[in-house]
């Protein structure tokens, strides 16, 4: 940008802050003046002044502040927001608000919803800014939803940058106040979340020429992985502690063992001397390592409820307590049976729970890779096209409207329409559908997919957290933290649970000290402790949650979007499935599917005649018949007199010949001797086709007939469907005739033709009536009644707000055996479900009872609180393994098809 | 002591013990905290996570929007996430940050809310 030197305004090249020539410090550099707005800068640029110089041109200078918007600063006018609206609780409220905004002045029209308690306001920027918008609500007793968030800068420089900053920010629209604190280094901004988001206004700050710390605003995924990473650490660290404390201590637990006898020989005064250095040692084990067991339980305990840290904690203790009595005072028990001390199971057990809570971190962390994998999708950067020239800029500062250009290989970074160009498009990582997908001008494009081999021009209809990818993201995230049924068994024995453990371990320890065989105190201890160690009320807790999760996930590798756990549940019950004929089974949009020549005519020549006649019409009909032609890459000609005859057809004017393109009505009307075209006429109507006339100079020339043909693996996913055990039915509003045709092409025996789309909700309550669970697959747009009174709606082929809306699980794909792949893996993920809590309850049922020592007066079996420690920990992390074991789950039904 | 009188002791005890647990985790239970309602209506509350929730029991109006702010004060994995199922959201708690949870109960009732794994649990009495 050279000419600015040349213009009145000048610039401090450090901070960009505009300054007057009067009062700036200037200095001459390089045979130039360059203008400094305080000493800071000015010493900055003497550092290094080619920095400053060359920096310069590079900030962009028309678009930065608008980046935020997702609107064209260009498209001047009225603007329109929605704002959310705090503290509206009255009838009246809605409209008073309304009634305060549109006599501001700049507001042209105002509504607010108060269902949503959003505010719906259309401005002009020129007069009234978000600024004063929220002035005028806030006169009216009530408030916007804003967020402050407090941001670092690396490079403030001087005070008087501070404006610059301010007045950027400011300007950014959403931004409703920044506050720039030059000791901190840091600036305050209020916006408001619906209209800008954070990424977008460090986009703001950057572009005006400042460097927003990394700090605090990484993806809530990144953070939560940082701190499972130091959780796992920690953990560890102290495992390894008390790991090289519990081998002396364990040691010296059982000398004969390690041929320690002769040092320590029992009952002697060394002996007691040993247990007491034992004591101290594990001493940090409890208070250090094990501290997380106490301050969970006490945490508990202050509400009344007690979880496995509860249980721990008692255990490790009760141990420890035991023995320290044991070496302090013998006395207090009967002569012979204050025979041993407990520090190893204090130690080992300490040592094993921690190992075995790190080792499921690790494995939970695990669990999560598809949700992972979907943030990691997001394209970093943008080439777009601004004044006329390629930029390349940050994704968040992707305008709606404005045009990028994707090179081959290149990540399609929002979503968008194709302009210009055609290119096949990697859309796996969204959709899940291997084959790449054709791109011509029109089409939609995916935000993060890959473009292959053709350059693409395309518009921007979605930035931001708006893209289908961003709502991918937020969905999956919802449906992993929603409970599925079967966790409402679990939820109700968790309450019961460990205070029910805590009252075994009491009355085991009542029964061995009442009718135990001596020493009794000592296994009245070790069963106490070890009826408190092996509960793992964690394998019950984590049985579903982590299932639910991994099974999720998958979905969204798949192309399948699972609203909740409920859902997820309820499909893998289903009994029938209602398949919506047009777009489901169908592509959804006609197609030309034959041509039939009469006498001399060939087949070209007719379907040359009729295309020619379809171009001047919009007909869905018509614009099938041309696409054909254009397939067979016939050569059109321009009709004339072009004449559209309602309920019959049309006529026009071809190279000299009268061409007529309709039904029989219009053949019989003109007196067209049809002869044998109209029986085959018939059998393509039977077939489900509409068959088209055509005639030239009054003498007939065959039949065009288009039709909306079969997406190409319907019939092999209804197969699918069929060997699911399904049964399978059809619901169009086509005639029984047709229907039937259709039905019989595909394989579907029981149809339900000729029903109104209203009446399709009726349809499928009929089935249910029938006492049989019902998905209805639908495009999620026309049958959305019918997806919601389904037991399970699936919405197909799409990723749009509405369609997610309306449905339990949206099929990205267009392909019917997503539907079958949904299904499956519904099973897949509840028969996980179910061999986790089968396995947590088998456990807990099995080794309470053991370790209470039921198998000691039979067998003489008494279960070490070290063996508890072991198996607990060994419970729950094999449960998240097995939920891990999903993540190489592969649909079935997709393969064959 | 003899024997008979130690075990006699140990037992009585134990039956104490056991009644105890009955009556602290099942009969008794702490009083909730109501939300304090700002000036805009809000209904605000803070709950610090920590080995559970204090208070785990929280008294809102129905109607009203509520804001929970979550400060979770500790590090073990269990308490990462909060779950409120009844009202589809949830939220994961960044230790020593404070996260808000917001909605606006409109029918009374009790509605729980809970970590993921279900281990902590608390209470939300809308009245």
């Known amino acids: 940008m050279p000419e600015t030197e040349a213009t009145a305004v000048l610039t401090d090249p450090v901070c960009g802050m505009e300054v007057d020539a009067g009062q700036a410090r200037r200095l001459s550099y390089d045979g130039r003046e360059v203008f400094f707005c305080s000493e800071q800068c000015e010493a900055k640029f003497r550092a290094d002044p080619s920095r400053y110089l060359k920096a310069k041109p590079t900030r962009p200078p028309k678009h930065p502040l608008s980046a935020t918007s997702g609107v064209r600063p260009d498209q001047k006018g009225v603007q329109r927001i929605q704002l959310s609206i705090v503290g509206m609780h009255c009838p009246k409220c809605p409209p008073a608000i309304e009634k305060a905004l549109l006599e501001t002045p700049g507001i042209a029209s105002a509504r607010v919803n108060p269902g949503t308690e959003r505010a719906t306001i259309d401005y002009d920027p020129a007069q009234i800014d978000l600024a004063g918008i929220a002035a005028v609500i806030k006169r009216g007793g009530f408030s916007m939803g804003v967020a402050t968030e407090r941001i670092g800068l690396k490079n403030l420089f001087c005070d008087s940058c501070v404006q610059v900053s301010e007045k950027a920010l400011k300007r950014t629209p959403g931004v409703l106040d920044a506050r720039v604190n030059p000791t901190a280094a840091e600036v305050t901004v209020d916006y408001v979340p619906s209209e800008t988001s954070l990424d977008a206004i460090r986009a703001a700050i950057k572009s005006a020429g400042y460097d927003p710390a990394e700090t605090g605003t990484d993806e809530p995924v990144d953070r939560e992985q940082k701190q499972r990473e130091q959780e796992y650490r920690s953990l560890m660290l102290k495992f390894w502690v008390s790991l090289a404390i519990s081998v002396p201590v364990i040691l010296f637990s059982y000398p004969p063992l390690f041929g320690l006898t002769g040092l320590v020989p029992p009952g002697s005064s060394v002996q007691r001397l040993v247990w007491a250095g034992m004591g101290v040692l594990t001493l940090p084990i409890l208070l250090w390592a094990g501290s997380q067991f106490f301050v969970g339980a006490w945490g508990a305990l202050r509400n009344h409820s007690a979880n496995m840290q509860t249980l721990i904690a008692m255990g490790i203790s009760a141990a420890w307590l035991y023995s320290t009595v044991v070496v302090l005072a013998p006395s207090v028990f009967p002569a012979g049976t204050a025979a041993d001390v407990f520090y190893d199971v204090t130690a080992v057990v300490t040592a094993l729970v921690l190992l075995g809570l790190a080792l499921e971190l690790r494995a939970k962390t695990r669990t999560n890779e598809a949700l992972r994998k979907l943030i990691g999708l997001q394209a970093k950067t943008a080439r777009v096209i601004r004044d006329g020239q390629e930029v390349e800029i940050p994704v968040e500062e992707v305008l709606v409207d404005e045009v990028i250009v994707v090179r081959p290989g290149e990540k399609i970074p929002v979503d968008g329409e194709v302009t210009e160009g055609s290119s096949a498009v990697d859309e796996s990582m969204v959709t899940g559908e291997s084959i790449p997908v054709e791109k011509h001008p029109g089409d939609e494009v995916i935000g993060a997919t890959i473009n292959g081999t053709g350059l693409l021009r395309f518009r921007a209809t979605k930035v931001g957290k708006d893209t289908m990818l961003s709502q991918i993201i937020r969905m999956v995230r919802e449906a992993q933290s929603s409970k599925a049924p079967i966790q409402r068994v679990v939820d109700s024995v968790a309450a019961y649970f460990v205070p029910a453990v805590l009252i075994l371990a009491i009355l085991g320890f009542m029964i061995w000290f009442t009718w135990g065989p001596p020493p009794a105190v000592v296994y009245a201890l070790i069963v106490f402790v070890t009826v408190l160690i092996i509960a793992c009320p964690c394998a019950l807790g984590l049985a579903t949650p982590t299932s639910l999760i991994v099974g999720v996930g998958k979905g969204a590798e798949n192309g399948i979007l699972i609203k909740n756990g409920q859902a997820l549940e309820t499909a893998q019950k289903l009994d029938a499935i209602v398949l919506d004929k047009t777009g489901t089974i169908t592509v959804g949009k006609p197609s030309l599917t034959d041509v039939i020549a009469s006498g001399e005519f060939s087949e070209e020549e007719v379907l040359s005649f009729a295309a020619s006649v ?39 004017t071809i190279a000299g010949h009268q061409v007529l393109l309709g039904n029989l009505k219009l053949m019989e009307e003109r007196a067209v001797p049809l002869g044998d075209l109209s029986k085959q006429a018939e059998t393509l109507a039977e077939e489900g086709k509409t068959p088209m006339y055509v005639a030239l100079d009054g003498q007939p020339a065959g039949i065009v007939a288009v039709a909306d043909t079969l997406k190409e693996d319907s019939v092999a996913a209804i197969r699918g469907l069929k060997s699911l055990g399904l049964e399978v039915v059809m619901i169009t509003g086509d005639n029984r005739h047709t229907a039937e045709a259709i039905g019989r092409k595909v394989g579907i025996d029981r149809v339900l033709a000729e029903v109104l789309p209203e009446d399709k909700a009726h349809q499928v309550q009929m089935l249910q009536l029938e006492g049989k669970m019902v998905v209805m697959v639908g495009d999620g747009i026309n049958d959305a009644p019918a997806l919601a009174q389904a037991d399970i709606g699936m919405a197909i082929g799409t990723g749009t707000d509405v369609a997610i809306e309306a449905s339990d699980i949206t099929l990205v794909r267009g392909s019917l055996r997503s539907v079958a792949t949904a299904i499956e893996l519904s099973k897949a993920t509840m028969r996980n479900i179910r061999q986790n809590l089968f396995g947590a309850f088998i456990y807990n049922s099995l080794g309470l009872p053991i370790a209470a020592g039921v198998l000691y007066p039979f067998f003489g079996i008494l279960l070490s609180p070290i063996i508890a420690a072991a198996a607990m920990a060994a419970s729950s992390v094999t449960v998240v393994s097995n939920a891990n074991r999903l993540r190489g789950w592969r649909p079935r039904a997709t393969e064959g098809g | 002591m003899e024997p008979i009188v130690s075990k006699l002791i140990v037992d009585l005890l134990g039956a104490a013990a056991v009644a105890g647990i009955v009556w602290f985790f099942w009969f008794s239970k702490p009083k909730g905290v109501a939300a304090a309602a700002g000036a805009s209506g809000l209904q605000e509350a803070l709950i610090v996570v920590k080995g559970g929730y204090h208070p785990d029991v929280i008294v809102v109006k129905a109607g ?34 404070t996260v808000p949870i917001e909605f606006t109960p409109t029918k009374p009732g009790e509605y729980g809310f809970q970590c993921q794994m279900g281990m902590l649990r608390g209470k939300l009495l809308v009245e």
């Open chain 1, 614 to 652: 379809e171009q001047a019409s919009e007909h869905p009909l018509a614009t099938a018949i041309v696409e054909g032609a254009r397939e067979r890459s016939l050569s059109l000609k321009e009709p004339t007199d072009f004449n559209a005859l309602p309920g019959r057809g049309v006529e026009a």
């Open chain 2, 64 to 97: 009203k929007p509520v804001r929970l702010n979550f400060l979770r004060r500790e590090t073990s994995a269990c308490s990462e996430m909060v779950l409120f199922p009844d009202f589809d959201k949830s939220a994961t708690l960044p230790t020593d940050e």
